[in-house]
């Protein structure tokens, strides 16, 4: 007759890993189609908690400048990137919202007329990664000249990049058809 005590106890280890303590990390784009809203904003902050996303880059805000600065000013666990800068809020807006275990290596951040936004970020390992989040116009009509200037800002933005041997995540609302 066999010993199963040895046998079982060997299982229980195998079914038993140890807890995970850190998480891969996680990126992703989102169409907020409008950020106004309280429960909104609360909903998105507990959904980025619980799935533990590192990064997440927002697009179509619609939040006036002074409404980003003070958005989630009572969240410690994230730091909080948003360009509004456009004439008119509706259909414009982008941001970046990163965990603060990533915020520590952003050594520059910048925006452009509330359709771009950036993060450069110096990791260990000389890793260098910009994260660059774009909300492109929805429709081509009376927009061409400006559509023509983002796209012009975006690839200066990836020649930088490269220049500067950064590797790069481009991500956002493209709205091509």
Known sequence: MMNNTNNIS???????????????FRILTLN???LNSKFKQEQL?????????SIMGLSETKLRPNQSRFIYKHIDDY???????SDSVHGSGVGLIVSNSYSKY?????????RVIYIDLFMKGNVK???????????FTGNRAEI???????????????QL???????????RT
């Open 129 to 139: 990664l910009r994260i660059i989040q774009t909300y492109l116009h929805a429709n």
């Open 32 to 34: 907020v189609q409008g």
């Open 148 to 162: 023509e200037d983002l796209q012009r800002y975006i690839f200066v933005l990836l020649d930088q990049a490269k």
């Open 106 to 114: 952003i050594q520059k951040s910048n925006g452009y007329k509330g």
């Open 165 to 175: 041997s950064m590797e790069t995540i481009i991500m956002g609302d493209f709205n």
């Open 79 to 85: 730091s909080f990137y948003f360009n509004n800068d």
């Open 10 to 24: 060997s299982l229980k280890k195998f079914n038993n890993p140890p807890p995970v303590t850190t998480y891969p």
């Open 45 to 53: 902050i507990s959904m980025i908690k619980s799935d533990h996303i």
